[in-house]
Structures are given as C-alpha cells and as structure tokens.
C-alpha cells in the first residue's frame, strides 16, 4: 500500500487445511489486484537445535496453517508437549535459533534449517505426502499478462432469499466454471457477507464481459470488486 515494493505474495488455500480466512478478511481492509497464482508442494519438517532429539521437545512453535496440516503428527506427539501458534514458520524457526531453551522446535520447512544452523528431527510430517498450498501474486496496480484464464471477483449480495442463487444462476447461464467460492462476514453489518469468486474464464472472453455487465445492473458497482484476471502457474 505504501508503494515500497511492486509485488506481494500470499497464500490463499492450502489442500489439507482449506482456505486461509485471515488472507480473504484482508480483501475487505484493503486494496488491491490479483496478478499471477502459483501451486506449490509444502513439506513440512520438525526442526531443532544440533544434538536435539525427539523425546526432548516439550513446545513446537509455527504458524497455524502448518499445524492444522501436521495435525496428525503433533497428536502422535506426548500429551505435555505445547503448540505455539507464530506469524510464520519462518519465524518459528528463527525463535528456536535464538532460544536458550533446548526443549523447543519449530515446524518449517528444510530452508529454515539450513537458514538458521538447524537440525531436521523429523522430516516430511504433513498429514498429506501431496500437500499443496496456493499463492497468489498481488499488485497495487491492475496488471493481466497473457494467457490470463482465471478471474477472481468479490460480491456482495442483498440481504434477501435467493440473492446467491441468481449470481451463480447467472454463472451457470453463461456456461462459466466455478473453481471457488468462499464467504467471510462483514464486519460492519449484521449476518451479511461478502463472496469470493473464483472463475474459470479467460479475461477477453466475451461470457466474462456479460457477467460483470448482467452483475453491475443487478447489485452496483459499490457492491464488486474486480480483483483482477491471470494465469496460474
């Protein structure tokens, strides 16, 4: 927002553990435009300091995605050992560095190993061996390079019987495929929501142009946010 670097990257949802809701509530505070999304396998790995063991680590440390992906794991693990739920596995990794305890891990990834000097106790221990996380490449300018196939729009709906239903009518009419659709509260209105779409329809197809027109006419433009169009790698 403050225009310090041309990019950002986020993660959006993740195939073990779902969507990453803090990442959509942010759509609602703040600006900006969807410009690439990426898949990426995510291996997650117990790390520690050099000489430590499994039988000694009494708290874990990393973000909640990746715990919610190695649920299975840290319930394997004795009762005593604590969660501590960080920005990110990164700096789970740097706070076990840094600590005077020898008790403590982090769950990250192999690069934070290697970063910070340390030991991989045990590798691997997602609850899924095909656990993906997908990113997307945000912008504060709208920019849609070639080959864009995919567009990603927020809606919000009137507070009445059948609101969703005609949008995605209007979807189906179109012959437009649904990848995703997720709904967060608002937090300034009671029991309304605002609805994230993603579409399966490249940026210069006319079926995306009668969209956006057919959805203008019945909800107003305060009402959507055309986050932007893309490619996804």
């Known amino acids: 927002e403050r225009g310090e670097c041309r990019y950002g990257v986020l993660p959006i949802e993740n195939s073990t553990a779902g969507s990453v809701k803090k990442v959509y509530e942010l759509m609602l505070k703040h600006e900006f435009h969807i410009v690439r999304s990426v898949r990426i396998k995510i291996d997650h790995n117990l790390l520690a300091k050099k000489g430590t063991k499994l039988s000694q680590i ?37 706070m076990v560095a840094m600590s005077d305890r020898d008790d403590v891990a982090s769950i990250s990834s192999r690069f934070c190993a290697e970063q ?18 997908r990113f997307i490449c945000i912008s ?4 849609i390079f ?6 990603s729009l927020m809606l919000i ?12 009518s209007r979807f189906n009419s179109l012959g437009i ?22 579409l399966d329809v490249p940026v210069y197809s006319d079926k995306l142009s009668l969209a956006i027109d057919q959805l203008v006419q019945s909800l107003g433009t305060n009402n959507i946010k055309y986050l932007g169009s893309y490619r996804e790698a």
Do not use: W
């Not at 794991?73 to 990164?90: M, R, Y």
């Not at 910070?116 to 996380?133: G, K, M, R, V």
């Open 146 to 151: 070639p080959g864009a196939d995919k567009t």
């Open 177 to 198: 495929n649904l990848l995703k659709l997720e709904s967060r509260p608002l937090p300034d209105r009671n029991f309304e929501f605002m609805f994230y779409f993603d």
């Open 58 to 94: 009494k708290e874990i440390y990393s973000h909640q995605q990746a715990i919610e992906q190695c649920s299975k794991f840290i319930a394997s693990l004795p009762a005593d050992v604590k969660v501590t739920c960080v920005e990110n596995t990164a700096k789970a990794a740097l």
């Open 116 to 133: 910070y000097a340390l030991d991989t106790i045990e590798h691997s221990i997602q609850d899924n061996s095909n656990n993906q996380t």
């Open 157 to 168: 709906t009137p507070h009445k019987p059948g609101s969703l239903y005609k949008i995605l």
């Open 140 to 143: 504060n300018e709208l920019e």
